[in-house]
């Protein structure tokens, strides 16, 4: 089993910059990739970013060129990070991150259920 816990988000003004950190435990050598998700009010969770076991990376359209994702492997846990940079009003949500079962369908299936996630506010 996996458990993975997200943190980092807050109130920026547009502009700004935030770090999300999730950590992941447990049978980390099982991991394929983490993601990093978003839902906004009324809109569906969608991916923003995710990276591979490999390092490969994707990102949304919306988060090319702004966000990052980077990932750091120690001996029991894999932390994956978020780098949010020119953040947007509209890039207001909560933030989660998951593992999908095959990183080949980033919005498939998830190993995991989706914790609480880590609330980003950006305000004009």
Known sequence: QVQQVESGGGLVQAGGSLRLSCVASGSIFSINGIGWYRQAPGKQRELVAGITRGGTTT???????????????????????????????????????????????????MVRSWGQGTQVTVSS
């Open 59 to 109: 990102y949304a359209d919306s988060a090319k060129g702004r966000f990052t994702i980077s990932r750091d492997n120690a001996r029991n846990t894999v932390t994956v990070y978020l780098q949010m940079n020119s953040l947007k009003p509209e890039d207001t949500a909560v933030y989660y991150c998951n593992l999908p079962v095959s990183v080949g369908s980033w919005t498939g299936p």
